[in-house]
């Protein structure tokens, strides 16, 4: 199995809305990664979770607050979140965090209104 | 100068002809180097790991290393219009271990 999934794939929430996202990975990897892409604009990093302990956080606000349940799960909670934060949120995961061949789920589609 | 630099595109080739997508890094530390490809409305799928100076073929792709000139690139042999996509250089190691730098990404299309 070399799939990681993610729930939900289209995702519409107010500013005062609390929502959350999903993602599993069944392929053993130590690794997780929550990205954030814009678009026509590259990935863009937010945290990694190494051996399920989060070990970068490139700075993002607090509204994003990961959490990493087992070695297959990571979420993503969302409060509070402004217009600005609509976006294709992607995880992926990798054997660990220093062999960084990854490997990227579907993504959310998230509308903030 | 950013970190790294994909030349800027969009690329366009007749059916059948090779592309040619190019990538610079500037982190001489890099060690691992990664082209993704990306469908409009779709997550990065991974095509491609090299790791050492030199060569690395898989069915029509080529990925391409020079680390003296820090320098990778990715040929894409008999062109299909499937091919049509915005291709991502990523990279990793050095001052990005950990973690995956991308660059801006080219869209390439393939016309019949």
């Known amino acids: 199995d070399t799939e990681v999934t993610q729930t939900p794939k289209h995702l519409v929430m107010g500013m005062t809305n609390k929502k959350s996202l999903k993602c599993e990975q069944h392929m053993g990897h130590r690794a997780m990664y929550w990205y954030k892409q814009k678009a026509k604009k590259p990935p863009e990093l937010m945290f990694v979770?190494?051996?399920?302990?989060?070990?970068i956080n490139e700075s993002v606000p607090s509204r994003f607050s990961p959490e990493c349940p087992n070695s297959s799960l990571l979420n993503l909670h969302l409060h509070a979140l402004q217009p600005e934060d609509s976006a294709l949120y992607l995880c992926a995961s990798s054997q660990t965090s220093g062999v960084n061949e990854q490997f990227f789920g579907p993504g959310t589609r998230l509308t903030v209104l | 100068q950013k970190e790294v630099e994909q030349n800027s595109g969009p690329l366009s080739v007749p059916e059948g002809a090779i592309a040619s997508l190019n990538c610079t890094y500037s982190?001489?530390?890099?060690?691992?180097f990664f082209w993704y490809r990306q469908y409009s409305g779709k997550s990065p799928e991974l095509i491609m790991s090299i790791y050492s100076n030199g060569d690395k073929e898989d069915g029509r792709f080529t990925a391409q290393l020079n680390k003296a000139s820090q320098y990778v690139s990715l040929l894409i042999r008999d062109s299909q219009p499937s091919d049509s996509a915005t291709y991502l250089c990523?990279?990793?190691?050095?001052?990005?271990?950990?973690?995956?730098?991308f660059g801006q990404g080219t869209i390439l299309t393939v016309h019949p």
């Open positions: 979770y190494s051996y399920e302990k989060l070990s």
């Open positions: 982190d001489r530390g890099s060690q691992s």
């Open positions: 990523a990279v990793s190691g050095g001052t990005s271990y950990g973690k995956l730098t």
